[in-house]
């Protein structure tokens, strides 16, 4: 499953490396592709281990808030 979220909280290169740590931290992510400029990220994983309210949590967790898709 492929998932963008829009996160307002992205303002540089260190949030990015902070969120995309969560492929190596949490089971069941395949990619994550963040972006400051367009404030966004696109997380692909498999929702047979990981939920997606899980995946909100943790991008919670380190301390950005989330917008999930229309």
Known sequence: MKVTYHIPDI???NCVMHLEGLED????ITSVNA???RQEMIVEFNP???SEGQL???IN???YSVVPPA
């Open 11 to 13: 303002h540089c290169s």
């Open 48 to 50: 047979e281990i990981i």
């Open 56 to 58: 909100i949590q943790a």
């Open 61 to 63: 967790d380190k301390g």
């Open 35 to 37: 972006s400051y400029h």
């Open 25 to 28: 931290e949490l089971p069941g």
